[in-house]
């Protein structure tokens, strides 16, 4: 069971990235997935969930209305859009699954997150 996760890199202030986290050994459909990051210093933080029952979405306040999270079955991959960035986006990023009726709330606080990818660097910086 794999998650890996890419598509980070350097991006100036107010650009755009999208990270890619592809699925194998596990199928994404079954599972909650989310995205979380943590920053040098600071502790992990859940940025992005999406619900295994209905595909319903929740976003950190910190990225809500900037980034957009997204799956594509039949690649077995999920997506993170991140538009207007900043700075203090700058972080590692972390694509995560877990099964089970796992709330936006505890899935984003990493409690029931059960695979994690192996993160990609994503920094913001001119």
């Known amino acids: 069971v794999q998650l890996q996760a890419s598509g980070g890199g350097l991006v100036q202030p107010g650009g755009s990235l999208t990270l890619s986290c592809a699925a194998s050994g596990l199928t994404l459909d079954y599972y909650n997935i989310g995205w979380f990051r943590q920053a040098p210093g600071k502790e992990r933080l859940g940025l992005s969930y999406?619900?295994?029952?209905?595909?319903?979405?929740a976003y950190a306040d910190s990225v809500k209305g900037r980034f957009t999270i997204s799956k594509d079955n039949a690649k077995n991959t999920v997506y993170l859009q991140m538009n207007s960035l900043k700075p203090e986006d700058t972080a590692v990023y972390y694509c995560?699954?877990?099964?089970?009726?796992?709330?936006?709330?505890?899935?984003?606080?990493?409690?029931?997150?059960?695979?994690w990818g192996q993160g990609t660097l994503v920094t913001v910086s001119s």
């Open positions: 999406m619900s295994v029952i209905d595909g319903s979405t």
């Open positions: 995560g699954a877990g099964a089970g009726p796992l709330s936006a709330t505890t899935f984003l606080a990493g409690v029931g997150v059960t695979h």
